[in-house]
Every structure is written in C-alpha cells, then in structure tokens.
C-alpha cells in the first residue's frame, strides 16, 4: 500500500541524532546559566538555556557591520554552506555569500537558530538539566519575542550593540519587525521579506491541521516519543505536505507539474502517486522528517500563531513603531498567498502613520510564498540597493573588490 | 493532550450504522444484477452494484421535468429534509425545495449518492458479494465518468430518457459537465457551479494530503478497518480539516473567525485550541468522521483528481462539446480559489469555440468555494433566471400559484 515512504534502517540513530544536535550542535552555541534566565512572555524564566549561531565574514572594527539573519519555520542556522545533518547546501545560497546581496565580504553576517528548534537552541528536544530527560512539553511555549529576547541576549554576549541590519523571510520577517519594536535603538535597518505582523485566521488554521496531524500520529506518545523511542514521522510529514502547498501558488504547481503522471504512461486506478505532484509532495514530506523534531514543529508554529505586534498597543500598529529610527524596506510578491501584499501593506501604513522611513517593493513572480528563498534577480536588485544605500547612510566602507 | 476529540463511546455501533447505511440505505436503491454490470473506466466491470438516490417533487406526465442533482465530494443524496444519520438539514436546503430557486412544486429532483460513496450507492464500505465482506480497496478506483454511466442507468430504471437539467457544485459541477459530454442528448440544460474541466495541481495536492492523512493512521489497516474492528478518525479528521480550509477563503475566515480567541480572555501558552478558528476546524473534523468512510474519502478525491474533460480529446476541451445543444450557464465566484473563475472561464471559451449556447455569471462573494451552498441572493436569481427561461424553451408549464 502506498503511503508516505518510512525508512526504517537507522531511525533510531537518526533520532539520536537529531537529539545530540539539539543538545550539543556542530555549530557554536552560547550557553546561558543560571545568573542569565531568559524571561518569558508566558511568565516564566527559562533557564538554563542555549542559543546556537552561525556566522559568516568578519565583523570590523567597530562592530557596525552585523547583519541578523532570522530562519523561518523549517530554517535554520545554516544559511549558506554544506549542512551539517543533510549534506546539503544552505537555505539561503541565493542571497548570501560573497558578491551576494547580502556580501559576506562586506558584512558580518550572524544567524541563529530559533528557541523551539532542534539545531542547537533550547527547544523541545533539549535536554531539561532538572530532569535530565528532553523536555518535550514541558518546555514553556513560547513566543516570536522570546526568540528576539534570546537573540538579543547572544548579540549582547557577541559584544555587538547595534545591529547593522535585521533580515529574514516569512516568520524570519517576524523576528525582524520584532526586533524593530522591541529594540528599536539596535535596529539601523529592518528587511522583512514575506512577512506580515500578525499571523492570519487562515494561517492559524493551516498550522492547526499541521498540529493535528503530529498529534493524531500514536508514534507522538503526548510528546515524549524521544524517551519512548517512536517517532511521529508519519504526521509529521502530513504535517509538511499541508505546509508544502502553502508555500508554492497554484499557477507555479501548474508550471511545474500540472496534471503531468510520474514515471509512468496512464493512470494506475490506484492509490499510488500517479501525478507527479504527489510524488514531489510525499517526497517533501521524507525529506523533512530526516532534519526536523516534531515538537519542534508544534512549539515554532504556535510561536507564529501567537505573533500580533500590535497586541501590546491596543491593535494600533502604528504605535508599536513610535519614534522609530529604524530604516525599512519591506518585500512581498504578488502570488504569495500566505502573506499576501496587503498583510505588507499594512505595515508600511503603519510605519508611514508613524513617520518612519520605509521603502516597499511587491514583486511580480508566479513562485508563491517561497520566493524569498528562490532565484528572483528583482528581490536581489532591491536587496543589494537597499543595503548599499543604507551602508553609506551607516559610513560602511564600499564593497570590496 | 489536545487532539481532535474522539468520543469513543458507540464508536462500534456507529461504524457498524455506516456499514449497514452502505448495503441497506434508508433511501430508496436501484440494485443492477449480473445481466447489466458497470463498465468501469478502470476496464474492469462492476457487478453486481447499486445506486441510492432520493427525488423530490413529482414527475410530470411527459417525463421533462427532471433535474438531476449532483453531490459534492462530502456530500449525499439527501438534499432536504433531516438526514437520517446525522438528523440535520439536507446540505442544499437553501437551494432547493418548495418556491426556490430549484422549485420542487416545479421540477421532479432526482439526487443520487455517487459511486464510491458510503450511503448506499456501491463503495468500498459495501458488502463485496463475493466475499462477504466490505470492499476495502479491493473495490476498482472509479472515476467521475464512471458516476455518470452509474447515473444513466439509474435514470434509465426509472424510465427518464432526458433531463431538463443537470446541476451541482464543485464535485457536482463535473459530473454535470460529463453528463453533457457523455450524453449530450440526454441534457437539455447543464448548471455547473464552482466547478472545473479538469482538477489543477494544487487541488490534486490537497487532496494526496488528506489521503497521506488517512493512510499515515494505523487503525487504517491498508484499508481493512471495518474488517478488523478499527476506524482511522483521526486520519479523517485530519484530512476533512485541511479540505475544509480550502472550501473557505482568507476574507471569510478573518471576518467569521480573526485572531478571536475561544471562551478565554488569554491565550493558555499551550497547544489547546486558543483561536476560534482552530475550535471550528476541529469540529469540522469531528463531525466529518460521524458520517463519512475514510476509504469512501480516498476513492472520491481520487476521481476527482483524475477528471479531465479534455483528455479524451487531444487535451482540446472545445472538442469535448463539439455539437453540443445543451444550453450552459456556468457560475464561479469571486473568492473561491480552489475552482476559480478561470477554471470557469476556460469551460465557457470551449463552449464558445463548439458554438455550444452558454450564459458565464462570476458572483463577488467573500465566502470562497463554499459560496454555492449558502444564502447567496444572486446566485438564487441566477439559477431562478437560468432555469425559467429554459423551462420555457422546453415548454414546460409555469411555475404553480
């Protein structure tokens, strides 16, 4: 019978080690111990806890070239370069590197993985140093704001005051607008691409079904599957599949695959994936639950749900951006259908209300939400002029070469 | 934990109610023995089956007042009146009935159950004469063309030769559009809404996630549940959550729903249904599962996945229609993304091209795909407009009192 492909050989030394990465990541990681809690929106302190970074190009003198990066959902720190776990090159090749719009020649750039993760930041697979067992849930939820708190904690720990420049894409572009709001005075430039500042009814509900899924799987065990030593594979790449789909538009699925059959010349009449946009789906779905904890999944898209910054200003978005400084340039794209244009617009409405300097480009691309992580020479172009303006405007020196 | 809720008591008595709904519906059956099998698409026959259906409104002397019905993927026969297995409404009461738009004072509705489907017309919950078993997957996949030669047959049991029209949304909009194809004599009008010639990439991949949703559930059993005692609820739950999204739009949801948190003042931090909207779906996955077979679910999304009107005919859809005097009126609406109104538009430029007699509404609505199956007052005076005037070609009598 066809279902989504388990391979069974070595699951539990993948879960192993999906376990050791969460704990002790190949990546540098600054541990925070007891004198360093890390306080929560949901009123408690976290602690100890760990955050884990990489970092690409060098940072000068002054410290006035850093660039934050924020990793989206499935993201993480490994921005650019071969992947530790998956062998496979980093999630944003397109925009970073040297000569990139995001010049590591010219920028130091730093990124951290997400608190909830499970790539070296504190997160349901952690260890729980109390109990010496992974806190599955017992780990508090957390928030978008948590996450920039962490971060903040790191640049502080990194000796970096003020960050040149805070970017991401989808809920990295959370992280940036929170950044913005909650330290306003460390933020010279804000780049959120694909974002919106709260998370949609329809949005709430596709993370739902994700959650659904990974809860109904048996293998879940309420969470504590690395103790028991299951893994709820199967809902978690149900999990992705639905997640997947949201991420692409319908006219690039058509593009891409339209109603195309996968190795073979007729239909089967039979459950297995004729069309070669099953095939592709289920493979997104395998491919994923090899890196990612499904825990994690749940904490990193209730943090989402729970994103509305203007929640602490009475729903005025434009308060939250008050007497900002911050330079912006916002990015969507036109077949973006998980934050559409007008959840941009709104917050450009919001930051010219508040008088703040703003730039906004809506790129026309069939390529769906994802586009920020593709090939898209328009986003370069805006990338590239924005930082390079926003560089003399710093007293950057000019890019080498 | 929070799951989807799975009241566990009569779980037994219940999938036997569905089982014994499958072979002995409450509604009336046309039961086809050995002497006329169905020739499936699949090249394989069918034989013996049944069809169940239920009619509305009386047959006129001359036999020209039929319209025939169409069900949606999670539909039924039972159009009005309490359904006898949940009690509730029929699912097009706003549509259909004394002095509506689909007037039974005036026209004799014949609705029947499609082939695959779980309330009395042969799927695979029923009982495979030669075993004595339910079908499982053991029953051929079918396909929508299928439904309609099931359908003419059924039609030809009760002596109609011709309809005065064929009718439905969505799902139901396809089996119009082959009935006019197929049987292009046998049509007089054909009122397709929210349908398409053919199921898009997007759609096919929705629907391989809510089939991965039930495959991925162990109670599934490769499909031998109703053998061995099981059900995979929360499989189909899960699928019918992720379907139930794309029946919406973004506007109805943040206007029905937002960032409205359910009977709390805060959220909980925890992975409950805090939003509104995630109490809604979750109850729409529950429900589903009190009436619907998880197997019947697989087969249905599978023939929609495989329509495609033009394939037959070199992929030209114009070529489909060529001759055709059916006169069509097609509706779409505004915000319905999963058949939206260029899938619609496309049907109506291959009706222009066959010279076929055919009226295009596109209705601006905010209720998505779902809109044909609620109080919307143009779509009745569509519907009203459309069939009057057609009864008048065809002679029929004027509306009573």
Redesign the interface.
């Known amino acids: 019978?066809?279902?989504?492909r388990v391979d069974l050989e070595g699951v539990a030394s993948r879960a192993l080690a999906v376990r050791r990465e969460a704990d002790e990541p190949r990546s540098p990681v600054v541990r925070f111990g007891p004198d360093k809690p890390l306080k929560l929106?949901?009123r408690v302190e976290l602690s100890p806890f760990q955050v884990a970074y990489q970092t690409y190009g060098t940072l000068n003198a002054d410290k006035s070239n850093a660039i934050l990066i924020c990793h989206a959902l499935s993201g993480d720190q490994y921005v650019i370069g071969e992947h530790p776990a998956t062998g496979k090159p980093g999630w944003w090749e397109t925009m970073v590197g040297p000569g990139k719009p995001i010049d590591t020649d010219r920028y130091f750039v730093i990124c951290p993985n997400v608190l909830g993760g499970c790539m070296g930041t504190t997160g349901p697979a952690s260890r729980n140093p109390a109990t010496g067992e992974p806190y599955g849930?017992s780990l508090?939820?957390i928030t978008i704001r948590d996450t920039v708190r962490a971060q903040a904690m790191l640049l502080d720990q990194l000796g970096i005051e003020t960050l040149f420049c805070v970017t991401g894409g989808s809920m990295g572009a959370m992280q940036a607008l929170q950044w913005a709001v909650s330290y306003p005075e460390r933020v010279f430039a804000a780049l959120p691409l694909a974002g919106a500042a709260?998370?949609?009814?329809?949005n709430?509900?596709?993370h739902?079904?994700g959650?659904?899924?990974i809860?109904?799987?048996?293998d879940w065990r309420?969470?504590r599957y690395l103790l028991e030593g299951t893994n709820p594979r199967?809902?978690l790449?149900?999990a992705r599949?639905?997640a997947h789909?949201t991420y692409?538009s319908?006219a690039a699925?058509?593009r891409?695959?339209?109603?195309k059959l996968q190795d073979r010349e007729t239909?089967t009449?039979?459950?297995d994936?004729?069309?070669q946009?099953?095939s592709y789906?289920?493979h997104q779905?395998s491919m994923f639950v090899e890196r990612f904890d499904a825990n994690s999944y749940?904490y990193i898209t209730?943090a989402m749900?729970?994103f509305?910054l203007a929640a602490d200003y009475d729903g005025v978005l434009a308060h939250a951006f008050k007497g900002a400084k911050t330079r912006f340039c916002l990015v969507s794209f036109t077949s973006d259908?998980l934050f559409?244009t007008s959840d941009a617009r709104a917050i450009v409405h919001a930051l010219n209300a508040a008088a703040a300097p703003v730039s906004f480009a809506e790129i026309e691309t069939d390529k769906g939400h994802d586009a920020f992580l593709l090939e898209e020479p328009e986003l370069f172009a805006i990338v590239n002029g924005f930082l390079d303006g926003a560089a003399r405007a710093r007293g950057l020196s000019a890019a080498k070469g």
Request: glycine share 8%; no cysteine; aromatic share 12%.
């Open positions: 019978m066809s279902v989504v929106d949901a849930l508090p939820v709260r998370h949609s009814a329809q709430i509900a596709f739902e079904v959650r659904q899924a809860m109904a799987d048996p309420d969470g199967r809902g790449a149900v599949m639905a789909i692409l319908d699925l058509h891409k695959f339209g109603r239909w009449f039979g459950f994936a004729d069309f946009v099953e789906l289920r779905g749940l209730r749900d729970y509305d259908w559409p």
